[in-house]
């Protein structure tokens, strides 16, 4: 039936709302809040905005959210659920579902500019100074026997960390040094408690220093970006590991200690080992231990062994070939001996039959005698006595003393 009014189908009513839409709201800037945030394998997230009176569905593909997060990197931290931000986009109607959407081309934290400028420059500066230089980093103590603890007294995080601390490493030492976490106040006091444990005269010295509080928005953890926080974290002669927020949540205090965990109930894990564990290592290490002395030691004996058989024959047939060497050296040597010593008894004789030919005593036998003075001189001639001398005249037998008339 004819009629003053347009008519249309679902689809081409659509289709007109679509271009309406699309010409009269394109490249707008819509800020809310960010409600069911889904970030699929694909890189394309999929939420919602939306304020005390309404809400509008978004979607930002990959390529836009990783353009977006370099040029504004607290959005890869900070795109969450109750994030209040500003998007650039185009409206748009979806057919299928009938429903109007933005195609968001950029997207940045709202509220947050001023802060995040604040964070990035100051980043900037400690790092060109070295303080989160990878090689300042100390490594932590191995079996750690005292914690010290700086956070809040009040909440679960001191619970949740003694709790895990205790159950991983029984008797452990635990200090804690309470300080507020979050407000203009909270560094001086954070500050404190790191002095309180690197303090040379302090009651309690810790292994190891935790900073830790839980989680919050990127307001609430900022005060873990103070200047004069950072610095007393970098400076602490214990070794630290800063634990605030949750693993997307990073501070400069994480920059600046030797170890950041994900989480204070991480810290505590990181801390200090499973003591049953190691007690189990320690056992298999002796048995291996064990195992190889035995190895060793039957190695060892079997060569020793070895050795011994075959010494045995070996000296046998050294000592044979001593006693044969010694047999052959005596014979030798007794040939030699006897014969050197009929030689020598041969020139022996000769030697005396010469020295008896020699002797002026052989002249006796044939009757002739050897007269000799006081002094034993040989008398040759009457001249050299006088009256009254003294001789000796020596015959073949016996001897004669005479005096001179």
Excluded at 241 to 258: M, Q
Excluded at 260 to 284: K, N, Q
Excluded at 339 to 368: C, H, I, Q
Aim: hydrophobic residues 40%; charged residues 25%; proline residues 4%.
């Amino acid at each position: 039936m004819p009629s003053a009014h347009p008519e249309f189908t679902v689809s081409s009513l659509t289709s007109a709302l679509k271009r309406t839409i699309e010409s009269g709201f394109s490249k707008v800037v819509v800020e809310g809040e960010v409600s069911g945030w889904k970030r699929y394998p694909s890189g394309h997230c999929y939420f919602t905005l939306k304020d005390e009176g309404a809400q509008i569905s978004a979607v930002m593909f990959a390529g836009q959210y990783e353009s977006s997060c370099k040029r504004h990197p607290e959005l890869a931290t900070g795109l969450k659920d109750g994030a209040k931000i500003k998007v650039f986009g185009n409206v748009t109607v979806y057919p299928p579902r009938g429903n109007y959407q933005i195609v968001v081309l950029s997207a940045m934290l709202a509220g947050l500019g001023d802060l995040m400028q604040k964070y990035l420059e100051l980043k900037a500066k400690l790092e060109g100074e070295g303080l989160f230089d990878p090689a300042k980093k100390r490594a932590l103590p191995a079996m750690p026997r005292r914690i010290g603890i700086v956070t809040s007294e009040a909440g679960a995080v001191i619970h949740d960390m003694c709790t895990v601390l205790t159950r991983r490493f029984p008797n452990l030492e635990i200090r804690l040094f309470p300080a507020q976490v979050q407000g203009a106040d909270a560094p001086k006091t954070i500050i404190a408690g790191i002095e309180y444990f690197n303090r040379e005269d302090s009651d309690f010295k810790p292994d190891i220093l935790i900073v830790a509080r839980g989680g919050g928005s990127f307001e609430d953890l900022f005060c873990f970006n103070d200047e004069a926080l950072v610095r007393a974290v970098a400076a602490s002669k214990v070794p630290t590991i800063s634990a605030v927020g949750h693993e997307t949540d990073y501070t400069l205090c994480d920059f600046a200690a030797d170890v950041r965990a994900g989480t204070p109930s991480i810290a505590a894990e990181i801390a200090v080992p499973v003591l049953e564990e190691l007690r189990s290592r320690l056992g298999a290490c002796g048995d291996q231990l064990v195992k190889a002395l035995r190895a060793k030691y039957e190695w060892y004996a079997q060569r020793t062994d070895y050795l011994s058989a075959a010494l045995v024959p070996a000296l046998q047939s050294r000592a044979a070939d001593v006693a044969h060497r010694i047999d052959s050296l005596s014979n030798a040597l007794g040939s030699s001996v006897v014969l050197g010593f009929t030689r020598r008894e041969a020139a022996f004789d000769r030697a005396r039959e010469k020295l008896a030919l020699l002797s002026p005593y052989s002249v006796l036998d044939r009757g002739y005698s050897l007269t000799t003075d006081k002094d034993g001189a040989v008398v040759k001639s009457a001249d050299q006595v006088a009256k009254g001398d003294m001789l000796h005249t020596r015959l073949a037998s016996g001897e004669i003393v005479s005096e001179v008339k």
